[in-house]
């Protein structure tokens, strides 16, 4: 098992809206590695290039947190496809060809298709700011672009014998280096059940603070469902699988006991190796923050959930 440092995280507290999203425009061009460079001199190689997006402001609730500052939530990142340090990612992964790119829909389905990313892109997208909570305990506030997965689901119209989803992340050992260690079992899957997959929160990303993904933020589409641990946000997916069985992920097989399939975020269920009662909204370095349980998002889905002793589904 890997053992996790907590190096302190760099760059400035918070990136208001406005700044963001005017800063888009420049961040697009050539300027973008420079601006990166100069903010975080850790990064050596050219961040991967991003461009503009379309979107309309997503209906979600309003948080009292602001985004966190883009050049933190692109170079402290966990990808370990790209290696286990949290700069390595955007040090690394510029290898990742994410063009031409398509994600293979199958399994119970009635309408199997394989779809790519361009069509995906010209789907009506909208942005949310979610809090996100890393099971290390830290989280951060970001600004995704995207749609609810449920869009993509009704489009291959999943039968009744579909119990759960499957999701596949690339591995290319060609284009990515962890993945020729053996620090995970590859390719990286995750899962969820029906009703967690179809829920309205649950977000197929193609964007982030206005513009597409970030190779290290898991270009060009990933899944984030924001009441759940961040290690549940498969990245860079090219395959989705529709299951009548619980699906295997590759956290569960690398540690049962410490990651399980459901994941939620949960101050009274402790990893084994550390408390999930605090947090640090980074780039904060102490735990001060009470972790809320769902991280925030108990409104929207306790009831999924209702029935269940969530220390043994934890
Ligand atoms: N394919 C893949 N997806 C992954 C991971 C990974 O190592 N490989 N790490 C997960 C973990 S532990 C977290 S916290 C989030 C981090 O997403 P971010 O870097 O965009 O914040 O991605 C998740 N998705
Ligand atoms: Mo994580």
């Known amino acids: 098992m890997p053992r996790y440092l907590f190096p302190t995280p760099k760059g400035s507290e918070i990136t208001p809206r406005e700044v ?22 850790s990064v050596k190689a050219a ?3 991003t461009e503009p997006l379309k979107f309309s402001e997503g209906k979600v609730k309003a948080l009292s947190d602001k985004p966190t500052a883009r050049e933190l939530a692109t170079t402290y990142n966990n990808y370990y496809e790209f290696g286990t340090a949290k700069n390595e990612p955007a040090r690394n992964a510029s290898t990742l060809k994410v063009r031409p790119w398509t994600v293979e829909i199958g399994g119970e389905v009635a309408k199997p298709r394989t779809i790519g990313i361009e069509d995906l892109l010209a789907m009506e997208l909208e942005e949310r700011i979610y809090r996100m909570r890393c099971v290390e305990a830290w989280s951060m506030v970001i600004p ?6 449920s869009k993509l689901a009704n489009l291959v119209e999943p039968t009744s ?6 999701f596949t992340s690339a591995a290319r050992p060609e284009e990515m280096p962890g993945v020729r260690t053996r620090i995970l079992d590859w390719p990286y899957t995750e899962g969820l059940r029906m009703d967690e997959a179809m829920h309205p929160l649950t977000f197929l990303t193609l964007g982030m603070y206005g513009e597409t993904l970030p190779n290290q933020n898991g270009a060009p589409v990933r899944i984030v469902t924001p009441w759940k641990y961040g290690f549940k946000n498969a990245k860079s997916i090219v395959r989705i699988d529709f299951v009548s069985e619980q699906p295997r992920t590759a956290w569960m097989t690398a540690g049962a006991n410490e990651y399980g399939f459901y994941a939620n975020v949960n101050p009274e269920v402790d990893h084994p190796r550390w408390s999930q009662k605090h947090e640090r909204l980074l780039p904060a370095f102490f735990a001060s923050r009470e972790t809320e349980k ?21």
Do not use: C, Q
Not at 20 to 41: C, K, P, S
Not at 294 to 313: C, H, I, P, Q, T
């Open 20 to 41: 963001y999203l005017n800063r888009r425009h420049f961040i697009a061009g050539a300027t973008a590695a420079g601006a990166l460079l100069a903010l975080d001199g």
């Open 47 to 49: 961040a991967s290039a």
């Open 144 to 149: 995704w672009v995207g749609m609810s997965f």
């Open 161 to 166: 014998k579909a119990k759960y989803v499957k």
């Open 294 to 314: 769902f991280n925030g998002y108990g409104a929207e889905v306790a009831s999924l959930y209702s029935g269940m002793d969530l220390a043994v589904n934890f």
